[in-house]
């Protein structure tokens, strides 16, 4: 079983920035692509930004050029650097990672519970 932990989630005003972190713990072999998502109420969770393991990065078109995606392999932690934020940017943080087995394989998907990011205007 593998738990996602978020934080950093919080109260800003636009233009503002925040850093959201998740940390993989548990057991497992090897993390893979780890991402973050959003959701607000009465929408689908869409995605935010995905890293893979060698950090490729992919990025939703409103969030290019203000959010940057990174992550410590090492201990296995992700993160999201959020300027310039907007209030079109207030919603549910997700977490999400897949792990790998020995072979490399995929074998598992997880999500944090989230935390809440909210932009005043």
């Known amino acids: 079983q593998v738990q996602l932990v978020e934080s950093g989630g919080g109260l800003v005003q636009a233009g503002g920035s925040l850093r959201l972190s998740c940390a993989a713990s548990?057991?497992?072999?090897?993390?893979?692509?780890m991402g973050w998502y959003r959701q607000v109420p009465g929408k689908q969770r869409e995605l935010v930004a995905t890293?893979?393991?060698?950090?490729?990065?992919r990025y939703a078109d409103p969030v290019k050029g203000r959010f940057t995606i990174s992550r410590d392999n090492a201990e296995n932690t992700v993160y999201l650097q959020m300027n310039s934020l907007e209030p079109e940017d207030t919603a549910v943080y997700y977490c999400?990672?897949?792990?790998?087995?020995?072979?490399?394989?995929?074998?598992?998907?997880?999500w944090g519970r989230g935390t809440q990011v909210t932009v005043s205007s």
């Open positions: 999400n990672a897949e792990t790998l087995g020995i072979m490399w394989q995929r074998e598992s998907d997880y």
């Open positions: 548990g057991s497992f072999f090897r993390i893979g692509a």
């Open positions: 890293i893979t393991r060698s950090s490729v990065t």
